[in-house]
């Protein structure tokens, strides 16, 4: 990865980056890859937000245990985004709902928001990556 | 305007390889500039030259190839997603320990940082995928 984090290329220049994880952690890559994206982005130093919905608010859940799909539980990860001042993490409202759960089953502090709000937000951003 | 590319699905499977190809052809004949197309998650299967479709068929890897080569494009496969599918250009095949390469001409492999670097330099990035 340090090899990765030199190739700054930004040029002073802030954007506001999206990153939208809608899958579920295991059963498809794009979650674990999507996470990779997002660390190699900290190093640019853009103005970034991460949301979870749909599915992909199980990325968040507690008590991972992938023992069983010989997979590694990469949901630790997510914790350390604070380090690397990933701080604006996002849950939609609706999506927790749906699935019976609230912000405490979540292994790190977020910001919930409703599909309305969160359109705001998305509008509001320069690049949109969805995942 | 200035465009960015990402390719996040595989050649054949998804038709998002056709579609990135298409909208970057159809961009290049406006006058628009493509600085970068980034290949990742399966996207990067889009870069092996061993690829060997029927011959009726259409040979996406190729007409990458032919593109890059006459518009001069940047075309860069993700390194990281890149060794999970088995995808190395020589420098990777020797340092991993592999007795071949197959990275298609006009490709290269790199790092994400091109991505988001691709996000922070083009008006527009567009994303072809699911």
Not at chain 2, 77 to 105: W, Y
Request: charged share 25%.
């Amino acid at each position: 990865m340090s090899e990765e984090m030199m190739e700054e290329g930004g040029g002073g220049v802030i954007k506001k980056f999206c990153y939208i994880n809608r899958k579920a952690p295991y059963g498809t890559i794009y979650a674990l890859e999507s996470l990779e994206v997002v660390l190699i982005g900290a190093a640019f130093e853009q103005d970034v937000s991460v949301v979870f919905a749909d599915d992909g608010i199980y990325q968040l859940t507690k008590g991972q245990d992938t023992a069983g799909i010989e997979m590694k539980n990469f949901s630790p990860t997510y914790r350390a985004l604070e380090m690397y001042d990933v701080e604006k993490l996002y849950v939609e409202k609706e999506s927790l709902e749906e699935r019976g759960m609230t912000a405490d089953d979540l292994i790190v502090p977020v910001e919930v928001l409703s599909s309305a709000q969160l359109q705001d937000l998305m509008e509001d951003q320069d690049v949109v990556l969805s995942f | 305007m200035k465009f960015g590319i990402l390719v996040s699905e595989g050649p054949y499977t998804h038709q998002a390889a056709d579609s990135a190809y298409l909208f970057t052809k159809a961009a290049l004949e406006k006058g628009h500039e493509i600085y970068r197309i980034f290949f990742y998650h399966d996207g990067v299967n889009n870069g092996t030259r061993l690829t060997t479709p029927p011959q009726d068929e259409r040979h996406i890897v190729n007409r990458w190839s032919e593109l890059a080569e006459k518009h001069k494009l940047d075309l860069v496969v993700c390194v990281a997603a890149a060794q999970r599918r088995g995808i190395v250009d020589a420098d990777e095949a020797k340092r991993n320990g592999k007795d071949g390469d197959n990275l298609a001409p006009g490709f290269r492999i790199s790092g994400l940082g091109q991505l988001v670097e691709a996000g922070i330099q083009c008006e527009r990035l567009v994303t072809f995928g699911d």
